[in-house]
């Protein structure tokens, strides 16, 4: 699907089509966020909760949006991933591990079926991504899966462009690593 | 050994999603986001209503302060007299003058 942010945040500044540019919203990002989310947190439930939570910071803070139009996409993300974080920490308490050990325990619930996979390779995959640092770990889903330039995942991350193009560059030696062994 | 090949996976993920899932997430998403709109209305109607009444208190604490106070009282009575009345009232005093006897 192809998102016009520009006409979005032109009818969400319009008081009368505001509804409008909310559902226009929903409609171009709803299933990339989850997604997002979903690899970030694995569980489904967990990801449609993150989602929900999501979309409730997203409508409270979008009067505050003051980004230009481009930026939209990173800014919602921004927001999502920030709440899936939270998320992780959470559950990093709750089982004294840090925010880079929780893939590995991530990892165990797609091999107890929780996460439903029906695929060896791509089991694999996943399993190699969360054996990455949490940095590294996102970097590598931004830029690969939803195909972010660097300056957009350095919005959404807070690092700078040339951090995301070393962490993008290590999570793909990483990885490749992972799965020749 | 042969180099592992990302386009072997691609963007395939392990995951699924219940059947229905993204509708009805989209539905629970905009019935929150329309929500947020009255709300957003209900908040500015309010401060509206607020800023009048606010707004006409002021007015009216002003008008008792012009229209009330002792100094402006008598400053509108005397516009309200015409010159010739003025003229009149003060001329009565001419011949005083003239009578003054100074020793």
């Given at each position: 699907?192809?998102?016009?942010?520009?006409?979005?945040?032109?009818?969400?500044?319009?008081?009368?089509?505001?509804?409008?540019?909310?559902?226009?919203?929903?409609?171009?990002?709803?299933?990339?966020?989850?997604?997002?989310?979903?690899?970030?947190?694995?569980?489904?439930?967990?990801?449609?909760?993150?989602?929900?939570?999501?979309?409730?910071?997203?409508?409270?803070?979008?009067?505050?949006?003051?980004?230009?139009?481009?930026?939209?996409?990173?800014?919602?993300?921004?927001?999502?991933?920030?709440?899936?974080?939270?998320?992780?920490?959470?559950?990093?308490?709750?089982?004294?591990?840090?925010?880079?050990?929780?893939?590995?325990?991530?990892?165990?619930?797609?091999?107890?079926?929780?996460?439903?996979?029906?695929?060896?390779?791509?089991?694999?995959?996943?399993?190699?991504?969360?054996?990455?640092?949490?940095?590294?770990?996102?970097?590598?889903?931004?830029?690969?899966?939803?195909?972010?330039?660097?300056?957009?995942?350095?919005?959404?991350?807070?690092?700078s462009e040339s951090a995301c193009k070393t962490n993008y560059h290590y999570a793909q030696q990483r990885v490749k690593e992972f799965m020749m062994r | 050994m042969k180099e592992f090949d990302f386009n072997s996976v691609g963007k395939r993920l392990p995951y699924s999603v219940p059947e229905g899932f993204f509708a009805q997430a989209k539905a629970q998403a905009k019935s929150a986001s329309a929500k947020r709109v009255v709300g957003h209305n209900t908040i500015i109607y309010k401060v509206a209503l607020a800023a009048a009444t606010l707004l006409a208190i002021c007015g009216a604490a002003v008008w008792l302060e012009v229209y009330t106070s002792p100094e402006n009282q008598y400053e509108r009575l005397l516009s309200e007299v015409s010159s010739d009345m003025l003229w009149e009232y003060v001329s009565e005093y001419d011949t005083d003058i003239e009578n003054i006897d100074i020793e």
């Open positions: 699907m192809r998102v016009d942010s520009a006409e979005i945040v032109r009818l969400i500044n319009l008081p009368e089509r505001r509804s409008e540019g909310l559902s226009l919203l929903v409609e171009a990002y709803t299933e990339p966020l989850y997604w997002h989310l979903r690899r970030m947190v694995v569980v489904h439930e967990d990801a449609e909760d993150a989602l929900q939570e999501s979309w409730l910071k997203i409508f409270a803070a979008i009067d505050h949006f003051r980004g230009e139009s481009d930026g939209l996409k990173a800014w919602c993300y921004r927001i999502a991933t920030n709440t899936a974080l939270d998320k992780l920490r959470k559950r990093c308490r709750w089982r004294w591990v840090t925010l880079d050990s929780v893939g590995a325990e991530l990892s165990g619930l797609i091999d107890r079926g929780d996460a439903n996979s029906p695929e060896e390779l791509e089991s694999m995959f996943q399993k190699a991504i969360l054996s990455l640092p949490a940095k590294q770990r996102l970097v590598f889903n931004l830029r690969y899966y939803d195909e972010m330039e660097y300056r957009e995942i350095s919005q959404v991350t807070g690092i | -």
